[in-house]
Every structure is written in C-alpha cells, then in structure tokens.
T-cell receptor, first 114, second 110 residues
Framework: EAGVVQSPRYKIIEKKQPVAFWCNPISGHNTLYWYLQNLGQGPELLIRYENEEAVDDSQLPKDRFSAERLKGVDSTLKIQPAELGDSAVYLC????????????FGPGTRLTVL | EDQVTQSPEALRLQEGESSSLNCSYTVSGLRGLFWYRQDPGKGPEFLFTLYSAGEEKEKERLKATLTKKESFLHITAPKPEDSATYLCAVRESSGDKLTFGTGTRLAVRP
C-alpha cells in the first residue's frame, strides 16, 4: 500500500513569489493534516481536514496561506506571497480514521525562500 | 495551553550504551502520548502510542513508558541505525490536535 505522497520534495523560490504544495493521502483516509516544521523543531499543525471540510484552520496564517481539498482526497497548500520566514518543511499526514491515533506522514516538501 | 518538553536536546551514545530520552508534558486531559522517529529528509515515523500512566510498549530495542507527567523512551544496546531524531507528541482530550516537542537528536557511534 502506498504511503502519503507529497510533491515537490524541494522548492526554491524568490520572496514574494507564490508556491503550492500537493499531498495525496493514503487511500481511504478521510482525515488529512498539514504541518509546518522549522529546523530543529517539532511539526506544528496548520490545518486539519475531515473529507472536504477544514475543521481546524486556527493556526493557518490566512493572510498569505490557503488550502483546499477538493473531492476529499488530494490537498493543496498555497502560499502567496512567500516570505523569507516561510522557509521550512511542509508535512502532510493522514490517520487511518479519525478515531485512530497513528498518523502517517509524508516525506514533506522543503521550501527555501530567497 | 499544551506543552511538551523533551530532553536532552542531543545525545551521543556508543554502540551498546543504553540510555533514556525524556518527554515531560502539561495537558488538560491526556488522550494519547506518541513517540515518532524522524530521519533526515523524511517525515516522522510512528513508533508508539501510550494512553495511561503505567503503560509500557516495546519494539525491538525501544521501550516507551508513561507516568502522569512524563514519558521515557528507553533505548537498550543501541546500534548506529538507531541514530535519528525522536519526537514526542501529546493529544489532549478535547481535540484531535497533536502538540509536538522539539525532539531529541540521537547519534550512536559504532
């Protein structure tokens, strides 16, 4: 069974440019999380989806970040415009079920903003 | 606000030298404490979930234990392939959010 797939793995952009990250969770997993991980830190939740619905986006900086999960499968996280401080690893995760605690993480997208 | 503190920040061991990593937490109603392993350039990999004080779980050279205020990850006779960052996270009873600690970077020398 394929795990959580993320792309691209690496992205380098100039500040003020837009950028988008894509996540395909494990088949059948209805819950999807986007996390931000700064160097030397643990992951921090940005947004949680239950199917198509964003049920917790309280940590998402909505002035520049947006996310969508059309049809309740793939998800896209966008930053526009990117700032230097956005350089980090963006992780996607999905548990088997909302009642299950084990979250499967993708490999992440490492963003560098110059 | 949930808080998770891991110590030490970094640990260097000789192969075969057993040790423990600590995760202390403050949460209003624990609904699970999680240990993950993270290798460079990869996402966290799930290791254990602990739910109540006194619970223990083992996997190969790793053993996780839980008290009301902290969790320990014991590593017995580590090997170089155990080198990684070990992350601890908690989920409180009122939500689904995981709060992570900053991790312990473990290096095991052959």
């Amino acid at each position: 069974e394929a795990g959580v797939v993320q792309s691209p793995r690496y992205k380098i952009i100039e500040k003020k440019q837009p950028v988008a990250f894509w996540c395909n969770p494990i088949s059948g997993h209805n819950t999807l999380y986007w996390y931000l991980q700064n160097l030397g830190q643990g992951p921090e939740l940005l947004i949680r989806y239950e199917n198509e619905e964003a049920v917790d986006d309280s940590q998402l900086p909505k002035d520049r970040f947006s996310a969508e999960r059309l049809k309740g499968v793939d998800s896209t996280l966008k930053i526009q415009p990117a700032e230097l401080g956005d350089s980090a690893v963006y992780l996607c995760a999905s548990p088997e079920d909302r009642g299950y605690n084990e979250q499967f993480f993708g490999p992440g997208t490492r963003l560098t903003v110059l | 606000e949930d808080q998770v503190t891991q110590s030490p920040e970094a640990l260097r061991l000789q192969e075969g030298e057993s040790s423990s990593l600590n995760c202390s937490y403050t949460v209003s109603g624990l609904r699970g404490l999680f240990w993950y392993r993270q290798d460079p350039g990869k996402g966290p990999e799930f290791l254990f979930t602990l739910y109540s004080a006194g619970e223990e779980k083992e996997k190969e050279r790793l053993k996780a234990t839980l008290t009301k205020k902290e969790s320990f990850l014991h590593i017995t006779a580590p090997k170089p392939e155990d080198s990684a960052t070990y992350l601890c996270a908690v989920r409180e009873s009122s939500g689904d959010k995981l709060t992570f600690g900053t991790g312990t970077r473990l290096a095991v020398r052959p």
